[in-house]
């Protein structure tokens, strides 16, 4: 038997991911788990973020976003950026983390994320509590240690998602596609 709720936004897991934006001088980061992948090509994805946050703005003035994916040992800095206006604090200097120049953007990527996919502003959606940031994605960042020769190993990044208000660690693999109908 199962219990109806009312409705609600309970697709679980989603990402949780730190979104920056800004320019290299005066960098931001902003939390979310609001995110994800529209198409294969080309590659686009979205972001959807409350019109009053401060990190609202400087995406729709720069029209530019890094998604910035978490490990595990950044799921406490990317709670607190979560939680914190970058209108009053630094949050790079606040939780020790490097702005790094982004090869295809001029907003900063996060050094020490293991994964960071350069995003150009296509469209906003206006949805009702939040705005959909639809974006090309114009570059994908990964940290040299994730590879196996041309693999990405996917499992060493240890990335964090997020479910019900809370943060989990992705765990082990139990499949890969196509494995269901694949001859044993």
Not at 66 to 91: F, H, Q, S, W
Not at 138 to 164: Q, S, T
Request: with cysteine; proline share 6%.
């Amino acid at each position: 038997m199962k219990r109806q709720l009312k409705p609600g936004a309970l697709v679980a897991p989603v990402p949780a991911v730190m979104v920056s934006c800004g320019s290299m001088e005066k960098p931001n980061i902003i939390t979310i788990a609001w995110c994800g992948i529209l198409n294969t090509s080309p590659a686009k994805t979205y972001i959807s973020v409350r019109p009053e946050r401060y990190s609202y703005d400087l995406i729709k003035s720069s029209g530019e976003f890094v998604i910035n994916l978490v490990p595990r040992e950044l799921a406490r800095v990317a709670d607190y950026c979560g939680m914190v206006t970058g209108r009053k604090i630094d949050k790079f200097k606040k939780c020790s983390l490097t702005p790094i120049k982004s090869p295809e953007l001029n907003v900063p990527m996060i050094e020490e994320c293991p994964i960071s996919l350069e995003c150009k502003v296509s469209d906003i959606i206006k949805l009702g509590t939040h705005d959909m940031f639809i974006a090309d994605i114009v570059g994908v960042n990964v940290d040299e240690r994730l590879f196996e020769g041309d693999k990405i190993c996917i499992n060493r990044a240890h990335l964090c998602a997020y479910a019900h208000g809370e943060y989990y660690e992705l765990a082990k693999r139990i499949g890969k596609f196509g494995f269901s109908v694949k001859r044993r």
